[in-house]
């Protein structure tokens, strides 16, 4: 039988059962990719282990690779992963930066009250869509003058300003959003590249 070390004690036992007691300490809902394991046994004996909790129904399979402890929905059995967590585990594991979508950017500056029907993020890999159930999140790739800051604040303002463009960016939109920054974070944008029009705009407002 495969065995794995369990710290300084000496014990062993088999990576089925190490891999178990690993997940139960695991919060329910909470993403996490199977190279948490890495380095506890084999690949297979790993891949076999997790398969064996799936069949038990102690963990759930939510995307190639991406597996979460099943949370009990409101409606159903087991309550949906959070997107944002789940696009992001993703694109770590694929070592690739996530930047929030212009359209979902100018709706959290106030600036839009519509809603996505599929989710979008900006990303500099490839674009390409992920289906989770009868779901989709949609990656669009985007060049890296939109993908400076991504995931932050600043990033936030980079894609909106970018989405509204010269014509959108009016005085107000502009104002909404710098009202919106700290001053480090307003000085952190304006030492990004941007073109002549969106750093004039900036600089009116």
């Known amino acids: 039988m495969t065995k794995v070390s369990r710290g300084h004690t000496g014990h062993t036992c088999s990576v089925s059962a190490y891999v178990a007691q690993r997940v139960r300490y695991l919060p329910k809902g909470q993403l996490f990719s199977i190279r948490r394991f890495d380095g506890v046994g084999t690949k297979n004996a790993v891949s076999k282990a997790v398969a064996r909790l799936i069949k038990r129904g102690e963990l759930e399979r939510v995307y190639r690779g991406v597996y979460m402890r099943p949370k009990a929905g409101r409606y159903s059995a087991s309550a949906p992963?959070?997107?944002?967590?789940?696009?992001?585990?993703?694109?770590?594991?694929?070592?690739?930066?996530?930047?929030?979508?212009?359209?979902?950017?100018?709706?959290?500056?106030?600036?839009?009250?519509?809603?996505?029907?599929?989710?979008?993020?900006?990303?500099?890999?490839?674009?390409?869509?992920?289906?989770?159930?009868?779901?989709?999140?949609?990656?669009?790739?985007?060049?890296?003058?939109?993908?400076?800051?991504?995931?932050?604040?600043?990033?936030?303002?980079?894609?909106?300003?970018?989405?509204?463009?010269?014509?959108?960016?009016?005085?107000?939109?502009?104002?909404?959003?710098?009202?919106?920054?700290?001053?480090?974070?307003?000085?952190?944008?304006?030492?990004?590249?941007?073109?002549g029009w969106m750093r004039i705009a900036l600089e009116k407002t």
């Open 81 to 195: 992963p959070d997107p944002w967590q789940l696009i992001n585990l993703i694109a770590k594991e694929k070592r690739l930066s996530l930047q929030i979508h212009g359209a979902d950017a100018v709706r959290r500056f106030g600036l839009s009250t519509q809603m996505p029907l599929i989710l979008i993020f900006y990303t500099n890999g490839a674009s390409r869509s992920v289906f989770i159930g009868k779901g989709e999140i949609r990656l669009i790739h985007a060049p890296p003058m939109v993908m400076q800051h991504a995931g932050t604040k600043v990033g936030a303002a980079i894609s909106a300003l970018f989405y509204l463009g010269k014509a959108g960016a009016t005085p107000e939109c502009v104002g909404a959003i710098k009202n919106a920054l700290s001053h480090e974070n307003f000085i952190c944008l304006m030492n990004c590249r941007m073109p």
